[in-house]
């Protein structure tokens, strides 16, 4: 099979305007990047005409280090949709240029399920991320000003600032620097360091903000560090969300693509899943909501991390209600939860598959806690044996639950036209009757309590001596009735990424605590995560070239 960059380049894209005409956009309300992108203005957000669409969160297991495909599933189911009959919107993040040169090359679907144009929207694409980064980067300059100012200075203590600057690349010798060497002209020396922009508290802002007012409010709500007497210093202290929110006047704005069969596809924002809340901007959902009659939205890695702070942060905080949920499992990540090693992974073993099946089970388990229907979705590879594919479609059987195979990859949506019409029927005939997984006016440790036993299946919490210092400090600057993202390993259900299949009795450590006023969470921190990610011995922007016609090749 040719490879992704190859299928995306086959294919003839409609003109932009063509595909806003399938939601009904005049071309007049386009601002166009070129041919075959666009950015929407945010009048075409309508409340009264949400009410009684679909909308339809993919999540998946707990992933291999390969990942199961879920933008892929998404986009090809999106595609099956449409094929029969039911006008449908994928609406889906933006690709970070970290894992398109680090280990995963494109990121934009996979095979005949794609989004495009890929090389646009796996580089640069519209300049959101960059816009998002000059943003965070301004106020890093501004609070690095304002501790050398001597006429207008608000004695910022640097000590207490954890305000990083960022940048769209994995580089890990950025991770930990100092600042302001040189002499006193250059600043005032301090430790500080790089995150990787999908992990910045900007995104998170942007992908949460409900409008221009909004974005400003939260920009003014981040939290910057202490004076010396102790006082605490916001953003607002500054005066930095107007300009802030200046640089991201455009970025705002959701993105208009193309699915390769000719569908809408509305892509937006980028934030991580195991750091952040991992899934595309309020304001795309609600566009595609008010454009189509169902929208197929993704959150990242398995439905412990992604999908749970979709439901629980997105969701509450926007007013969002999915009608159910579409788990993506594999073959080869049942095989690998079955303790099969990641190198003999395409080797047939239903009897690992079997094994592993308890990892689904769990992810099924948890979904039902939201009161949410769920269906799997077995996305197919080319290795999978009709034996191990029935063991999972008898497991969920047995578990009354519905299940369908999708062959999106080398087919499309035309694979996808059988999980379509589950999808359908599910979301007719089950009443999802959405509610959260706690109240955010409990306290900050029965809510990460909460999280970790209900749906980790941990045995117990345990706090470090810095987690609980933050906690009294959470408490202190009267932020504990804010909801939890906790940062967390991709690879298990614990915080252990040795931990496998479905772990028992045992214990997640609270390393520290972030706090994310801006974005309206405390952030939780478990395991090592890492907020600026390296590259690979072998990173995949080796293999990315340009020829003398400005062709791009190599790009997965």
Sequence with gaps: MQSDLKIAQSIKLKPIKDIANILGIPESLLEPYGNYKAKLPLSLIDSDKIAGKKLILVSAISPTPAGE?????????????????????????????????????????????????????????????PAIEKANNLLAALIDNNIQSKSASLNIDARTVHWKRVMDMNDRALRHIIVGLGGTSSGVPRETGFDITAASEIMAILCLSENFDDLKKRIGNIFVGFTHSKTPVFARDLKAEGAMAALLKDAVKPNLVQTLEGNPAILHGGPFANIAQGTNSVLATKMGLSLSDYVVTEAGFGFDLGAEKFLDIKCVSAGLKPDLAVLVATVRALKYHGGVQFSDIKEPNAVAVAAGIVNLEKHIENILKFNICPVIAVNRFSEDSDEEIEVILERCKQLGVNAAVADVHSRGGKGAEELARVVVEVANACKSNFKPLYDSNWGIEKKISTIATEIYGASAIDYTAQAKADLQKIEDLNLAKLPVCIAKTQKSLSDNPLLLGRPENFVVTVREIEIAAGAGFIIPITGNIMRMPGLPSVPAAENIDIDADGRINGLF
């Design 69 to 129: 495909g879920k933008t892929t599933v998404s986009i090809g189911l999106s595609d099956g949709l449409n094929r029969i009959g039911k006008k449908t919107t994928v609406v889906l993040r933006e690709p970070s240029l970290g894992p398109v040169f680090g280990i995963k090359g494109g990121a934009a679907g996979g095979g005949y399920a794609q989004v495009g144009p890929m090389e646009d929207i796996n580089l640069h694409f519209t300049g959101d991320f």
